[in-house]
């Protein structure tokens, strides 16, 4: 695996929307909305079918309303994937721009900064580590590259234990 690469889609500025799309697409909200809208199609179409029995000089007008309503259904997940792929290409695009243009990526990258932090953790055995052994371990790796101290480096390493305890429900 080219960790370059890897690392430079890890820390797109996209890629948490992306993320964000999948946890989406994987938990079914979108899908739900999709079908709501489906059914809002249904409806209408019904409704048109309803009124061309009832006015049948204006039939060949309606069907062609009623095709052109049908033809914007989605599938359930359609909406979804689409957008995926989508914002998955465009970070893609924007990495081999970046590469073509001899742009580096950032200097700390994610494998090595995950490597530190798992690091400072390898003589506790995994089953024991919390949540808060790992937000001290990041703490410590972000502050080799930022100078955070005081209020700001326990409000950073409170919101990372947060953070992760949540990801864990």
Do not use: C
């Not at 889609?9 to 739900?32: C, N, Q, S, W």
């Amino acid at each position: 695996m080219d960790v370059s690469i890897f690392n430079r889609i890890v820390e797109h500025k996209r890629f948490p929307y992306l993320m964000l799309m999948i946890k989406r697409y994987f938990d079914g909200t979108t899908a739900a909305g999709v079908m709501g809208r489906n059914e809002a199609i249904d409806f209408a179409t019904s409704t048109i079918a309803d009124f061309a029995k009832e006015n049948p000089e204006h039939k060949a007008e309606i069907r062609t309303d009623i095709l052109n309503l049908k033809s914007e259904k989605l599938s359930e997940h359609e909406a979804d994937l689409e957008k995926i792929k989508s914002t998955f290409m465009a970070i893609i695009r924007d990495i081999k721009k970046e590469i073509g243009e001899n742009k580096q990526a950032a200097p700390i990258a994610t494998a090595d900064f995950m490597k530190g932090v798992w690091e400072q953790l390898k003589d506790k055995p995994r089953s024991e580590i919390t949540e808060e052994d790992v937000s001290a371990a990041v703490m410590n790796m972000v502050g080799k590259s930022t100078k955070l101290d005081g209020k700001g480096a326990e409000l950073f390493q409170e919101l990372m234990t947060w953070m992760l305890k949540r990801s864990n429900k």
